[in-house]
Every structure is written in structure tokens, then in C-alpha cells.
């Protein structure tokens, strides 16, 4: 089995060096796939149902909370100068950890560390939407993830993540994102996979959800062992995609079907 | 003189290679003789349904449709990332077709269609999925006796 496995990786890596990258000229945000309804959506603020979470974060913003009973605002102040461009950077290298974290991990240790407080579970509603009040600072701010040259070594690793071939129906994230994007799998448009409006309100949940959540999708859509929430390769997966978005403006909380 | 090789299940190679007795096959695949670049004989023995086939293939869980188009009207979501299966019976042979189905790795290696009759060389495979071929041989055969009747 492990002869056999290390061969079969063998041909199927030869095979996924095969992928291109989609030129800087070329590159489309999965908003451009949509219909022109499901765009209106996500322009109009009245009709963005990721509004209702952007509301909720700006009330948690200015909560205290934790033992320290600060609230991020006494830290932060003005979140429209002090956040204004910092989601479009993340995931960002951690000092302490020596590692990347996205902008749900960072949240949770500033809670830790300067509030004193428990950590929000992934995909609940309060983290949701912190992160998505922090986020759309950052909204038509171009993408600028992975400058910080110590995140080389973990971009290369998502790399290749999104190239290795995996699961049952042994696909990688680029047979589909970039030599298939402008094709259809069964109803669905294939888009270039550009992480560009997280955490973003997506019609089939009925809710918003955050990037990790979306990578889960795809794992578990070509019936691959999905990660589990904030595991190290998520987090290189989050940062390669976002690395390879550079330069594209964010949108978030965008609206996906 | 044509090519005769024969596959079997890699876990079941593994538990000879290794002798581990805990490696004992999850799921047994059934012995296949390869052809050139076909398996003239059913994977099951007996010749498949072609209406289940039909079925099978329409099916979404069955992932053909995700990428296939085919002559399927009542289907409003079929994919395009691979050939429309019209007239597929008309271009290859009933082994060939069976071939493309076990294993289309064998035929491309950089085929994105699954092999859907093969265990081994698969990386992370989800618990849900693990040891398992993506269809069983009863229904290879089926979606094979389908294929055959699309002709142009």
C-alpha cells in the first residue's frame, strides 16, 4: 500500500505540475460568474443580508467583554482608520506562534491576550460577525497578502496543497480553479476560487461563513478528510488563495449562490 | 498479440507484500483482466441493465453529470468540463468503455475522471469513502450496458 501510494503520488504530482497560473490580467472574482440579481445583492447595502452580521459586529466592537473588560474600540478606536486595508493582508505571520493566522485567529487572541476572554467558536455567529465588521473596512482595498517575506515557506506549502490531487474522485483544487474556471460543474459555474469577499453570505447556507468553511465544501466535495477548523493547512490554503488574489479588490461580506 | 495484465485491489497487494494479517481488504474489488486498452469481460460475469445504467448515470450522486453532458432532457444541470456521452457507444467498444469507468488513469494520466472501480493510490480519502470504489461492480456494469446503446 505505501509503495503503491508513493508511486501513484508520484505520477499524480508529475501530473499537477501541468497547471497554470491565471495571468494578473486575466484574473476574475467569483462575482463576475453571478447573476445579475445575485450581484444587485450583494451591491446594494440594503439588500446585502451580510449587512445584518456587519451590524452585529459593530455592537460586539464596542462591547466590553472578558476579564479586562475592554472592548476592542478601547484598544482599536475608530475602526474605519485603524482596520481601513488590514483584512486585505490577512492571513498575516504571527511573532508569537511563528506562524500565519487568518483574521478569525487574530480576533480570538486579541481576546485572549488583551481581553481576557474565552475564544468564539468558528462559524459562530459573533465571530462571524466581528470579523466581517473588520473586513469591510477593507472593502475595494486591493489584496496585499504574503509581502511579509517569513510567509514564503507557508505560501509555498498551500501551493501545494491546491495542486496535490485528493480524495475519492482525486481531484485537485486546480484541476477545477484554474485549468476549468470558465467551465460548469453540473449547474454550478466554476470560478477562478479568489478569496477576495470572506466572510461572505452564501444563498445555499442561508448564512455567512467564513473562507475556512467554503475550503471545507470543496475537501468534502471531492469526498476528501476536510480539515478541521483552524488546522495549519486551512490556514496555508486561506493564505496561498489569498496570495494569488493580489492586487484584486476586496468585497467583502460578499454574496455567492 | 494483444497485452494481458492483470490488477487487483491495492490493499489485498499490500497484505501479501507486508504480511500484515490487520490489512485484510475493506472491500474486495473483483480480478479484471486489462486488454490493450479495454476489459472485454464484465467485471460481474453477467451483462448490466442498460435502463438502470441510464438511471445511475442521470443520477447526481453518481458525480457523471457534474461533467458530462448526454442525451438527458429532462436534466436541467449537466457539466461541461468533459465530452457530451452521445454517441459514446458509437465511438468505443463495450470493453473500452468499461476500462474508461474502472480506471481512465490507466488510458491519461492527467485525466481528471475518477477511476471509479479502483481503492489504491488515492490520497485523504474521507472516512465516509475510504476502501470504497466509487461505484460497485453491478453498477459499472449497468452505466456500461447504457453507454453502448448511444449510438449516433
Not at chain 1, 472574482?29 to 451580510?50: H, V
Not at chain 1, 478606536?77 to 482596520?83: F, H, P, Q, R, V
Not at chain 1, 517575506?149 to 509555498?156: D, H, K, N, R, T
Request: hydrophobic fraction near 40%; charged fraction near 20%; aromatic fraction near 6%.
Amino acid at each position: 500500500m505505501r509503495l503503491a501510494g508513493a508511486i501513484a503520488a508520484a505520477l499524480l504530482a508529475a501530473g499537477a505540475v501541468g497547471a497554470t497560473e491565471i495571468p494578473q490580467a486575466e484574473r476574475r472574482s467569483g462575482y463576475s460568474f453571478m447573476k445579475p440579481d445575485t450581484r444587485a445583492m450583494q451591491d446594494e447595502d440594503t439588500a446585502n443580508p451580510g449587512m445584518l452580521w456587519v451590524l452585529d459586529g459593530e455592537t460586539l466592537w464596542k462591547r466590553k467583554s472578558g476579564a479586562a473588560e475592554k472592548a476592542c474600540a478601547d484598544c482599536h478606536g475608530d475602526i474605519s482608520t485603524s482596520m481601513k486595508g488590514i483584512a486585505a493582508r490577512y492571513p498575516a505571520f504571527d511573532n508569537a506562534t511563528g506562524r500565519p493566522v487568518d483574521l478569525e485567529q487574530r480576533i480570538n487572541s486579541c481576546r485572549a491576550n488583551h481581553q481576557q476572554a474565552t475564544p468564539l467558536p468558528f462559524e459562530s455567529r459573533e465571530l462571524l460577525a466581528l470579523t466581517a465588521f473588520v473586513a469591510r473596512q477593507s472593502q475595494g482595498s486591493p489584496i496585499e497578502t504574503g509581502a511579509d517575506p517569513q510567509l514564503a515557506p507557508f505560501i509555498a506549502k498551500g501551493r501545494e496543497l491546491y495542486l496535490q490531487r485528493q480524495g475519492q474522485l482525486n481531484l485537485g483544487c486546480a484541476n477545477c480553479h484554474d485549468d476549468n474556471w470558465d467551465k460548469r460543474l453540473a449547474g454550478s459555474a466554476i470560478t477562478q476560487g479568489h478569496p477576495t469577499g470572506y466572510p461572505l453570505y452564501r444563498l445555499e447556507w442561508q448564512s455567512l461563513g467564513s473562507l475556512q468553511r467554503r475550503l471545507r465544501a470543496c475537501i468534502t466535495g471531492i469526498r476528501a478528510q476536510a480539515y478541521d477548523y483552524g488546522a495549519p493547512e486551512l490556514v496555508e490554503l486561506e493564505l496561498y488563495l489569498m496570495s494569488r488574489a493580489r492586487g484584486m479588490p476586496m468585497e467583502a461580506p460578499a454574496v455567492r449562490p | 498479440m494483444a497485452r494481458l495484465t492483470y490488477r487487483m485491489s491495492g490493499r489485498f497487494i499490500a497484505g501479501l507484500m507486508l504480511a500484515l494479517p490487520g490489512l485484510a481488504a475493506a472491500t474486495e474489488l473483483r480480478f479484471y483482466a486489462v486488454d490493450g486498452d479495454a476489459i472485454p469481460q464484465s467485471l460481474t460475469g453477467a451483462a448490466g441493465d442498460a435502463a438502470r445504467g441510464r438511471a445511475l448515470v442521470v443520477e447526481r450522486s453518481s458525480t457523471c453529470i457534474l461533467c458530462h453532458s448526454g442525451p438527458f432532457p429532462e436534466q436541467k444541470f449537466q457539466g461541461d468540463l468533459a465530452p457530451d456521452l452521445s454517441g459514446s457507444g458509437s465511438r468505443w467498444s463495450e470493453g473500452q468503455l468499461r476500462l474508461r469507468l474502472v480506471d481512465a488513469l490507466r488510458l491519461n494520466a492527467e485525466t481528471i475522471m475518477p477511476s471509479y472501480y479502483r481503492v489504491d493510490g488515492l490520497q485523504r480519502v474521507g472516512t465516509p469513502w475510504r476502501d470504497k470504489p466509487i461505484l460497485s461492480a453491478e453498477q459499472i456494469e449497468d452505466i456500461v450496458a447504457y453507454l453502448v446503446t448511444l449510438r449516433e
